[in-house]
């Protein structure tokens, strides 16, 4: 357990800035972007850690896509865009976090 621990730590803190720069843009103006960032990298670290909890956070992409197209359709385009960007970021890093096992096997397996 302190294994796995110390190896969510240690992806946590090597892709928080890369993170940070390719949401924000070292920009802080936006405070909801810096929190999205955080959130972004804390599930990155743990669908990498604990691969079993992607199917989840992959649910949780759809209904936060999902939560952007009522927030659109009622005229609520800022919240829609948070909700947005924040499901579309969460897919992108969940196919991103893949690769290792593209890599390793060539094909992807136990979606």
Avoid: C, R
């Avoid at 803190?13 to 936006?30: C, K, M, Y």
């Avoid at 197209?69 to 969940?94: K, N, R, T, Y």
């Amino acid at each position: 357990m302190v294994k796995k621990i110390t190896k969510l730590l240690f992806i946590f803190t090597a892709s928080f800035p890369v993170l940070f720069f390719l949401n924000t843009g070292f920009s802080t103006d936006l405070l909801w972007k810096t929190f999205q960032t955080i959130v972004f990298s804390v599930l990155f670290s743990l669908s990498l850690v604990w691969p079993v909890l992607k199917k989840y956070f992959l649910i949780l992409s759809g209904l936060l896509l999902i939560f952007m197209a009522v927030f659109f359709i009622s005229g609520q385009s800022g919240w829609a865009e948070i909700f947005g960007s924040s499901g579309f970021g969460l897919v992108l890093l969940l196919l991103i976090s893949y690769v290792p096992q593209l890599i390793k096997k060539g094909y992807i397996e136990h979606i």
